[in-house]
């Protein structure tokens, strides 16, 4: 017998998936060629779903469904309000778009972007690996979908190829790496899995063993070096509208699936894993900042930066627990979540941009393309430059605050080391800061290479103004977002 | 909203209301705009000074309210003695900076002015927070308006010298900010200055903290051997910009510190005074003669511009009331002179469109009027009694002879130097027979450009005769701050 309050947790899912299938059906009928009635369909769905999840995530209960299966808590509920709000604002960019380019001869962007969505909820209410596990295959084979969906475009089809074995062979690191913890544990619950370690009587060398694949599988889907390589190749093959579906919402599940599985499923082993992801951080600051500098397509760059910034998150996530204490270790994880959900927001935008300027047959993918920009639109030109300040992490942009309370978890350790890798980061950041201020360089201070006027439709507009706006409003007063971030995790780690 | 909020906030609000309705095809209203918005600006600004209560050294105009509450920082405003004036030589330079672009400037101008009423806003920011992170944020921020005047109306080589000034700057930026969150950490969590000067800290870290502040600042100010980056952005930046750079950008590293370096390492500053003295001794004598042999009018200014600023630094750490109120009172006069030399080398500049000396000479034959006051700011900047110039300087050789004899001796036998490079250029660019057709064709300035002069002209005379009124907001400021560097922290 199911009781009333599992299917309750679970209702934001259970709109989406029928939704989904409404809309997908009613889609049928739709004729018109920007699919009018798909996409206000799809957008409402996005905004009750979204609505839905703020008001659990506001009452801040917490709730286990289905025998432990999902959980519902605060911080699971606000990811799943940003992932869908995210979600959402990359339909509204990427429509024009997709319709430019034949994407929309079918609703399939529509429904697929739902069942992707419906595949990170999963993953973020997960409180089982083979729960966590679904709704990581959910996104992933839609997201392989997507990316294929211009199907007589070979980039297109090659970086989905490319996006599908490695996104399979992850998957499989994943799955091997929580099998081993189950055959260690005897269970696939999370919290189980915490108290069957914590005990001390399993073996820690088949626990270590099993760790390793789990946060190999994890660093793939984060996208962080040594398992990048996807990374530059995907977000540039795919269509740009699809490129942000990727590089968008689906850091927020991630994130949420590395809290769920190394901090609420392994914690006892903290002192493991930490360092694992301190490796993967500095070679992802490393490799990132320097390899997006010999970039000259946008979307590239673009890719390489994701790469170093989620060297950041990691840092703030390797903080956390300090000599086997973890007093600040919800200061720390709620620095990495605040990090990822500006930095979502950040990239919707620059994004929204690259589509913006994108026009019928011709892709404005080179950052050469974006010379003169602030002649040809100062509008659009300060969106993508506060975007780009807020990425290289000056201030009052957002992001300065995201890589504040970052460096400010390490410093708060204590450790002269964990002080050296701040320092680390910083100079990294210096690097960062050359190659978005060449874009910047490029927008500001070129001749415009081209005459074309933008044109864009009032919904892209007013959501990229309002998207843009934010990036700087958030800096100037950050402490909202800073105090979710922070009592949602702090809610999550109480006992 | 208190006075220095409305300080800051105006100059930006204007900006912002540029930047988002003006239009190139109605310029002209865009100017108009920008001017009453910088006068608005400037006049709120004068309140502050006559409300100052003198004889105390608390922050006054304070306003305090929780900003960010994860992290406990304020919005955190105030001003005492070290900081009053520079509010005040912000905002004033500001306006004359709008006039000095009114004609000039005819691409963006929308842009142009809500960038310099932004920046003003945000240095003015800099000068009163009393947060550690409310200044950084101020610090920072200002590098993108000035990064994009820079880059967007400046001279052939621009795109170098932005990316130069920006890089250079963050870079020294970024070891404070970690100084800034170790100071956090250290103090229980908080970002309020008064409790970090509080904060008894060991020998080591007070040496780390001293170098990371240093970093940030010793860039920006700029001391040798980090200021290769002022020659080459001052070259570049239109006038306007230079302008702003040369008067109040590089005291934002000087202020510092005053505000963060000695109060919170007051140990380490003693301890390392001998190195700050001996970097500022070789700014003023050697970047002196490298002045000397320049080609390019503004490359010249921009050298002097770091001797005059070592003349700051030397002042500041050889720890006495004439040195520091002595850097202070250089400070001010810099502000109005560098601003008026770097002013009329753009009304030149405007007109042959050549920062090389020798495009030029004989200039009186053709611009009375307009030497006259290039005369006046080429005293002013060589110390000559009874200009702003004399005043600082004055103060911080006697103060350095006070220190030891032979400081002060090198310091004093500095200002021939200062003599004769602008002496020099002065007298290659401006007297002697008239020597080609450019010089021949020149017209003296018209009324605005006689206002803008006339107005540092003004300020600069005025502080020569009568520095009284800045010295007294000082006094006590400065005592307090000294008897505070006096103790030490160690624990």
């Given amino acids: ?495 | 909203m208190g006075l220095l909020s409305l300080a800051i906030w105006m100059p930006i609000a204007f900006g912002v209301l540029l930047l988002v309705l003006g239009r190139d095809e109605q310029a002209r209203s865009v100017r108009w705009i920008a001017l009453i918005g910088a006068v608005a600006s400037f006049l709120v600004t004068l309140p502050l000074y006559d409300g100052f209560k003198l004889g105390t050294a608390a922050m006054q105009f304070v306003e305090k309210t929780p900003w960010i509450e994860r992290f406990n920082v304020n919005y955190h405003l105030g001003v005492d003695g070290i900081s009053l004036w520079f509010v005040l030589l912000t905002a004033f330079i500001n306006v004359v900076v709008v006039i000095a672009g009114w004609e000039v400037i005819t691409r963006r101008v929308n842009q142009y002015m809500g960038a310099f009423l932004i920046l003003s806003g945000l240095m003015i920011g800099v000068f009163c927070a009393l947060d550690g992170l409310l200044f950084y944020v101020f610090f920072e921020a200002t590098l993108i308006p000035m990064y994009l005047i820079i880059g967007i109306w400046g001279g052939p080589n621009k795109i170098y010298a932005a990316f130069k000034f920006f890089l250079y700057t963050l870079l020294g930026s970024l070891l404070m900010l970690i100084a800034l969150i170790f100071l956090y950490t250290k103090s229980g969590g908080s970002f309020d200055l008064t409790t970090w000067y509080k904060l008894p800290l060991g020998g080591t870290t007070q040496t780390l903290l001293f170098f990371a502040f240093f970093a940030a600042f010793a860039v920006k100010v700029p001391m040798w051997p980090v200021h290769t980056w002022l020659p080459d952005v001052h070259v570049e930046a239109p006038t306007g910009g230079s302008a702003v750079l040369a008067a109040i950008m590089l005291k934002l590293g000087a202020y510092g510190f005053l505000r963060f370096s000695m109060p919170i390492a007051p140990d380490a500053a003693r301890e390392w005074a001998w190195l700050m003295v001996a970097l500022s001794l070789i700014a003023v004598i050697y970047v002196g003669l490298v002045a000397l042999v320049q080609q390019d009018m503004k490359k010249l200014v921009a050298y002097s511009s770091v001797a005059h600023m070592g003349f700051v630094t030397l002042g500041f750490f050889i720890f006495n009331d004439l040195g520091v109120s002595g850097g202070l009172v250089q400070m001010i006069a810099h502000g109005f002179v560098s601003g008026a030399m770097f002013l009329s080398i753009g009304v030149l500049y405007d007109r042959v469109h050549s920062r090389e000396i020798a495009s030029y000479g004989g200039v009186v034959n053709t611009m009375p009027k307009f030497t006259a006051f290039a005369l006046f700011f080429a005293m002013a900047n060589c110390g000559l009694p009874a200009t702003a110039g004399f005043v600082g300087e004055w103060m911080v050789i006697l103060g350095a002879v006070k220190f030891n004899f032979w400081i002060g001796m090198a310091a004093a036998s500095a200002l021939i130097f200062g003599a004769a490079y602008t002496l020099w250029m002065f007298k290659r660019v401006y007297l002697g027979p008239v020597t080609n057709d450019d010089v021949k064709t020149l017209t003296d300035i018209n009324a605005r450009e006689f206002l803008m002069l006339a107005l540092l002209a003004v300020a600069v005379l005025y502080m020569g005769i009568y520095p009284k009124p800045f010295t007294d907001v000082m006094g006590t400021s400065v005592a307090e701050l000294l008897r505070h560097v006096a103790l030490s922290k160690l624990n």
């Avoid at chain 1, 070096?225 to 850091?251: E, R, S």
């Fill in chain 1, 1 to 495: 017998m199911i009781d009333k309050l599992s299917w309750i947790s679970v209702y934001p899912e259970i709109v989406l998936l029928v939704m989904a299938c409404v809309i997908l059906l009613v889609d049928l009928g739709v004729k018109s060629a920007r699919r009018n009635v798909t996409y206000v369909l799809t957008l409402l769905t996005l905004a009750l779903v979204a609505f839905l999840s703020a008001l659990y995530a506001d009452a801040g209960t917490t709730v286990y469904g289905f025998g432990n299966m999902v959980v519902s808590d605060p911080m699971g509920n606000w990811l799943k309000c940003f992932a869908a709000v995210a979600v959402m604002i990359t339909l509204v960019y990427g429509r024009p778009y997709a319709a430019d380019r034949d994407m929309l001869r079918g609703g399939e962007m529509f429904t697929l972007s739902l069942f992707a969505l419906l595949g990170m909820f999963t993953m973020i209410s997960g409180n089982n690996f083979l729960i966590i596990y679904m709704g990581l295959e959910l996104l992933t084979l839609s997201s392989y979908a997507l990316v294929a969906l211009r199907r007589d475009n070979a980039t297109a089809t090659e970086a989905a190829m490319k996006y599908f074995v490695l996104g399979a062979l992850a998957s499989g690191f994943l799955l091997y790496g929580l099998s081993m913890m189950y055959g260690a544990t005897g269970s696939l619950d999370v919290n189980d899995v915490a108290r069957a370690i914590a005990t001390g009587q399993i073996k820690h060398q088949v626990l270590v063993f099993g760790l390793v694949f789990v946060v190999a599988g994890l660093a793939f889907k984060l996208g962080v070096v040594p398992f990048h390589m996807w990374i530059p190749d995907v977000y540039q093959g795919a269509p740009t509208a699809v490129t942000l579906m990727i590089g968008g919402a689906p850091k927020l599940a991630a994130f949420a699936i590395v809290i769920r599985l190394l901090v609420e499923g392994m914690l006892p082993l903290a002192i493991d894993w930490q360092q694992m992801l301190m490796v993967l951080a500095v070679g992802s600051l490393l490799v990132g900042n320097l390899a997006a500098i010999a970039q000259t397509n946008l979307k590239r760059m673009l890719a390489f930066s994701t790469i170093s910034q989620m060297g950041f998150v990691l840092l703030g996530l390797m903080s956390g627990v300090i000599n086997g204490n973890t007093m600040s270790s919800a200061d720390a994880y709620g620095s990495s979540m605040f990090y990822v959900v500006t930095y979502v927001l950040t990239t919707l935008a620059s994004f929204g941009v690259i589509m913006l300027l994108a026009r019928d047959g011709f892709e404005s993918e080179e950052i050469a393309d974006f010379a003169g920009l602030n002649q040809r639109s100062p509008l659009y030109a300060a969106v993508m430059a506060v975007c780009l300040f807020s990425l290289a992490g000056i201030p009052p942009m957002v992001g300065f605050y995201a890589k504040l309370s970052v460096l400010q978890a390490l410093i708060a350790s204590g450790q002269a080391f964990h002080l050296g890798l701040a320092i680390f980061a910083v100079m990294m950041s210096l690097v960062g800061a050359f190659y978005y201020l060449r874009v910047v360089k490029v927008m500001y201070f070129d001749a415009p290479s081209s005459d074309h006027a933008i044109s864009a439709t009032t919904d892209v507009r007013v959501v990229l103004s309002v998207n843009g706006a934010l990036v700087l409003v958030l800096g100037l007063v950050p402490g909202g977002l800073m105090t979710l971030c922070a009592h949602a995790i702090a809610q999550m780690m109480a006992p």
